[in-house]
């Protein structure tokens, strides 16, 4: 009867929003949105949260493997891909490519065409031979459909050795670096092995990744090659730490598929994945059930049909790029076997802040899995992850911030997860130093940290793990006081003011008061010495704009992380009336906001400042907190390939976006969002609990863009953020829109950090 009542909500609401538009839900999203420019997105084929992503592969030093250059060839398709990340690449493995001719070298490039795109579908034309190239994919599998003339020789090869970010790269230090592979060519229809690779971006231990390969005809003939010797006619290469791969020849055919099924377990894995998850060889049915998956969860979320098609896309391609990771490899884990399993956390300090909100807006059980998986990783490694890729804890940016997700879902009241074992998780990462390598997991520098009440200059990126820390302090306080551990609850409240200690009394562009360095004996610094500069030894003054500190070629040896003390100094999300005490008051912080646009201090394309743009609300001003807003989605978005204005890291520059334009903001570890101006005129939010919430502003136009009053189930509503149990208990919230800012909000601050 359960499963008859899911299939019955899934029809229900797929019928919905099929009445709703003309085409469904997942034809609106465009995976060339965020290739452009800085978003890095992933563009090939994928389920929701699915391990393999086969994808072109044209530009080894991308994150995501690919660039709009066309002028660059594609060397390969690849089957493991991240989404949207910066810093060096990670992935690449298991490089397919199709070619014509005799197979006389390894390598086989070639210029592309005629691209086409959509959801759990890429397609091109390879101009070397005039193939055309189709894949899909399930959540373990990627289906290849290869078009050839039919006249002459058709090959596929299979390169073990290929793989993103391979030294030389910008930074030698996130290169990936290839340990051993081993191919085998099984039958004439089957072909099997393994690529072992180390290191990328999180500086990750060795992992390794098994194919199974089936074709749906027999070659003619085939070879392997390693190191950069061919062999005709040998049909295995054993692991002698040297690159491999095998290649198949045909003669004449016209159609040739392909499965390739992958697996971090064996190859045997990677087979039975085949047998299990497609079965058949129609591709067609296959790319259905994957489109079907994707309109299942995007159907949670239904905007109204007056949206135009440009908003629909930038919406639902938000929607869809926020569950592309992390990546969901239950039953794919080669260092235990307690399920569930999920990977590609790249990187919490990214994702807690909008995506993790997001997710479990869309579906709490999967947010509820993906926290076990978080603990489950603290039970088997003994950290809670932060920037984990691979099977590998590391890196970690700032602060322990799987502390944000839980303590998000915990406050919202997300069931399924053990929240006892999650406060012995976030108390871990508080109170015991990680060792020899505080980048990989933990808190870094935490030794000052409980010792001084902040990070010294004695640790790289001491301003923004102070500040991460108390905001990870406050969260754990959160947990602690719900379970009744008020010893605890106390103690990190208490250091939730620790960025307090870093506050001082300087002045900027007319503001005054920043988070600024200091030693391990308690005095500030004002300038540092800087060798950098062959036979001269100069001192640089430590300023509020400074970019980094101490001058550096990267963000992990400054003060901050990717940011300046003008940006951090807002980041202060568990105690903003706090924050606008030390700032002089409402006026002097109204003030140093407007400075801080105006002279274009906020970099729309980082993570630090997501919040900035709604601490408007915190002064009583939710309409300059929706000018703001509304500036910076019609500035910095659209719908075209340059549509994401930085890294879209793993979803967390999508989900911002989708979440300003429902109306709806995420205070990331509180149970409330900030209410702004939508960009729709409905939105309704299915939830898994079959109830339904709506969001209404009536009379919204481009004029009428500003709140006037609000009612929440019929009855006025004066506050300017709402509850996360209201959205789950359904109801209804209707906005009446105007020309013009009115009164409502001003008096109705949102929550207040509570004391006991």
């Not at 930074?171 to 081993?182: I, L, T």
């Not at 098994?210 to 005809?217: E, I, N």
Request: glycine share 10%.
């Amino acid at each position: 009867m359960r499963t008859i009542a899911i299939l019955l909500y899934i029809f229900t609401i797929c019928f919905v929003s099929q009445r709703l538009f003309a085409q469904p839900l997942h034809s609106y999203i465009d995976p060339l949105i965020g290739s452009e420019g800085k978003g890095n997105v992933f563009i090939g084929p994928s389920c929701p949260f699915g391990m393999v992503k086969p994808g072109p592969d044209n530009d080894s030093d991308s994150n995501s493997g690919y660039s709009p250059d066309t002028l660059k060839p594609i060397f390969g398709f690849s089957h493991v891909h991240v989404s949207g990340t910066g810093g060096g690449p990670k992935y690449g493995n298991v490089s397919v490519m199709p070619y014509m001719g005799a197979f006389t070298q390894i390598e086989q490039p070639s210029l592309r065409t005629d691209q086409k795109l959509e959801a759990g579908f890429y397609g091109t034309t390879l101009i070397n031979g005039n193939i055309r190239v189709e894949i899909t994919t399930s959540s373990k599998v990627a289906f290849h459909r290869y078009f050839f003339d039919g006249a002459g020789e058709q090959g596929i090869k299979i390169d073990l050795g290929k793989f993103l970010g391979e030294e030389p790269i910008p930074d030698a230090r996130e290169a990936q670096q290839f340990v051993g592979s081993e191919v085998e060519i099984v039958s004439d229809t089957e072909i099997c092995g393994y690529t072992r690779i180390r290191g990328g971006w999180n500086n990750g231990a060795a992992y390794t990744v098994y194919f199974h390969a089936v074709l749906d005809k027999p070659f003619a003939s085939c070879g392997t090659w390693i190191g950069g010797t061919i062999y005709p006619k040998v049909k295995s290469q054993y692991d002698l730490y040297e690159k491999t791969g095998a290649f198949l020849q045909f003669e004449g055919e016209s159609t040739i598929q392909m499965k390739v099924g992958i697996s971090f377990i064996s190859t045997l894995k990677a087979k039975q994945n085949i047998e299990s998850e497609v079965p058949h060889w129609d591709f067609a049915k296959l790319l259905t059930e994957t489109q079907a998956r994707w309109e299942e969860l995007l159907s949670r979320i239904v905007i109204d049909a007056s949206s135009t098609p440009s908003q629909r896309t930038m919406f639902y391609t938000a929607l869809y790029h926020t569950m592309l990771m992390p990546v969901d490899r239950t039953g794919e884990n080669p260092l235990w076997t307690a399920e569930p399993y999920y990977d590609d956390f790249y990187a919490i300090w990214d994702t807690y802040r909008t995506s993790s909100p997001l997710l479990t807006l869309i579906s709490p059980k999967r947010q509820a899995d993906i926290v076990n998986a978080m603990l489950n990783i603290y039970k088997y490694d003994g950290y809670l992850p932060e920037g984990r890729s691979g099977n590998s804890n590391g890196r970690t940016q700032g602060g322990s911030n799987a502390a944000v997700v839980i303590a998000d879902a915990y406050v919202k009241g997300v069931p399924g997860i053990s929240y006892g074992t999650a406060l012995r998780a976030m108390l871990k990462d508080a109170t015991i130093p990680p060792g020899g390598n505080e980048e990989k997991e933990g808190r870094g520098g935490l030794t000052d940290y409980n010792r001084l009440g902040y990070v010294s200059n004695e640790f790289v990126r001491a301003g923004n793990r102070t500040l991460e820390y108390a905001l990870n302090d406050y969260c754990l306080a959160q947990v602690a006081k719900g379970l009744g551990r008020m010893g605890e609850y106390r103690r990190f409240m208490q250091q939730s003011n620790n960025w307090k200690n870093l506050w001082r009394d300087v002045e900027s562009e007319g503001s005054q008061g920043f988070i600024m360095p200091r030693d391990a004996n308690g005095s500030w610094i004002d300038s540092i010495r800087c060798d950098r500069t062959e036979g001269r030894t100069s001192y640089v003054q430590f300023t509020p704009l400074a970019q980094d500190w101490p001058l550096c070629v990267c963000w992990w040896c400054g003060f901050f992380y990717e940011g300046n003390s003008w940006e951090y100094s807002f980041f202060v999300p568990h105690d903003v009336p706090g924050l606008i005490e030390k700032c002089g008051g409402s006026e002097a912080f109204r003030i140093r906001l407007d400075t801080f646009f105006a002279n274009g201090y906020y970099d729309v394309g980082n993570e630090p400042s997501f919040l900035t743009p709604s601490l408007y609300h915190w002064i009583g001003r939710p309409d300059l907190s929706s000018d703001r807003i509304r500036s910076i989605v019609e500035t910095h978005y659209n719908a075209t390939p340059a549509g994401i204005p930085g890294n879209d890291d793993s979803g967390a520059m999508s989900s911002w976006l989708a979440f300003h334009m429902m109306g709806l903001y995420p205070n990331a570890g509180h149970s409330y969002y900030l209410i702004t101006a939508p960009h729709f005129k409905q939105v309704t939010i299915h939830q898994e609990n079959g109830k339904k919430f709506i969001i209404k502003a009536n009379k919204l136009s481009k004029r009428n863009c500003y709140i006037q009053l609000v009612k929440l189930n019929g009855k006025p509503y004066e506050h300017t953020w709402i509850e996360h149990q209201n959205l789950m208990n359904g109801g209804e919230l209707v906005f009446e829109m105007g020309p013009e800012p009115s009164i409502w909000g001003r008096n109705c601050l949102p929550p207040q950090k509570i004391y006991q």
